[in-house]
């Protein structure tokens, strides 16, 4: 049972950069946190916070309702993979791992059975006299993993650690990562800018803009109901749509839609799976660009007649070609007004 409390965290390097800006996050015991954001959004600087290798400026880390605030990384129950993995080359991987171990003088034969259980763990049974500099990238990587979880930290930091890999190789580790740590019911942060691996592996996404958390919900709320711009354009493919508002109908030169929200304007917010295409009346101007066949679906890039380009998945791209007029008619959407999110869902009838 392990979790992990972050109150009001933030981590000033300088007068001009704020790395982390007031964070808050509470993970609950055995639960997968991914921190999900673009380059410079201080997701290394947090985790490294939790981890011990970075002192907050101000706010309070709390482990198991223990302040681990100020303590030095050895002292705190945690074990973290960091983003450029840092394997000591001119030893083995038993040294590798056995080196925290014997820090801790655990007898030689606790040692030796520990390092065969994590191996076995991560898929490198028998690689234990290897070389480092002698494995391949995702086996470095399995040996940095392995080397956090031999100690049996109560919390797992794993910072973009299968970033360096192919995309091959990344799913499936990431897939065993996921294994491991619901098979281990370990409270894990796992930093990843990595949109996919954080919607198909993790409890729950927190996406960080600007040292900030924007939104921290479920994987499927992320992506079904973005409370902020930056998230609904952050996460998968969005299209934005400016217009108007009036007397209950949100107004474009292209499309028009029944929306209850004050006059004003207003940005539609709509996935191209939510984005049918419709015969053109009298007066669309909206023209296909592009049809492209992806064996699955279709996807029709369109511009519209304010030089929006927007995107619409179809089933079959069959009855689309590019020159054509068609009609838009989103099926649901969010809807923003200035960087703030107006109400719910919306499902255009
Ligand atoms: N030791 C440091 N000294 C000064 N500034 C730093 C230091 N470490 C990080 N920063 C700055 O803090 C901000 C956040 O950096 P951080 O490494 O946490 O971002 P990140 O979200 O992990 O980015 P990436 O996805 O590129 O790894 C950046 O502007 C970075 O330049
Ligand atoms: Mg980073």
């Known amino acids: ?16 950069t704020i790395a982390v800006d007031r964070v808050s996050l509470d993970v609950a015991d055995g639960e997968l946190v991914c921190l999900l954001g673009p380059s410079g959004s201080g997701k290394s ?22 302040d681990v605030t100020h303590l030095p990384p050895e002292r705190r129950p945690t074990g973290m993979v960091f983003q450029s993995h840092a394997l000591w080359s001119h030893m083995n991987v038993f040294n590798n791992l056995a080196f925290g171990l014997k820090l801790r003088r655990r007898p030689k034969v606790e040692i030796r059975d520990r390092v065969e259980a994590v191996l076995d763990l991560v898929g490198l049974k028998g690689y234990d006299r290897r070389m480092t500099n002698q494995l391949s990238g995702g086996q470095q990587q399995r040996v940095a993993l392995a080397r956090a979880l031999i100690l049996e930290p109560k919390i797992l930091l794993l ?24 098979r281990l019911k370990i409270t894990t942060l796992f930093v990843t800018h990595g949109q996919d691996e954080a919607l198909s592996m993790a409890d729950r996404i927190v996406v960080m803009h600007d040292g ?12 079904r109901d973005p409370q902020t711009p930056f998230v609904a354009g952050f996460i998968g493919t969005m299209n934005f749509i400016k217009g108007h508002v009036e007397n209950g109908r949100f107004r474009h030169a292209d499309l028009s839609v029944a929306l209850a929200v004050s006059d004003g304007p ?55 070609q590019a020159g054509q007029a068609v009609g838009l008619a989103p099926r649901s959407f969010a809807a923003f007004r200035n960087d703030a999110k107006l109400s719910g869902i919306h499902h255009a009838r």
């Not at 049972?1 to 001009?16: A, C, D, N, P, Y």
């Not at 290798?53 to 198991?64: K, L, M, Q, V, Y």
């Not at 910072?159 to 619901?182: K, M």
């Open 212 to 223: 900030r958390t924007e939104q921290a919900d479920r994987p499927d709320v992320i992506y």
């Open 45 to 66: 600087t947090l985790l490294r916070m939790v981890g011990g290798f970075e002192d907050p400026t101000s706010g309070r880390i709390a482990i198991d309702g223990q």
């Open 266 to 320: 207003v940005t539609l917010a709509v996935r191209p799976e939510a984005l049918d295409l419709v015969a053109p009346d009298d007066r669309s101007r909206v023209v296909i660009h592009r049809v492209t066949d992806f064996g699955t679906h279709g996807l029709i890039d369109l511009h519209l007649s304010d030089g929006t380009r927007v995107k619409s998945m179809v089933p079959s791209p069959e009855p689309f």
């Open 159 to 182: 910072d973009e650690p299968f970033a360096s890999l192919d995309q091959h190789l990344r799913e499936r580790l990431r897939e065993e990562v996921r294994d491991i740590q619901l």
């Open 1 to 16: 049972m392990s979790t992990l409390s972050i109150q009001g965290v933030s981590k000033r390097f300088s007068s001009e």
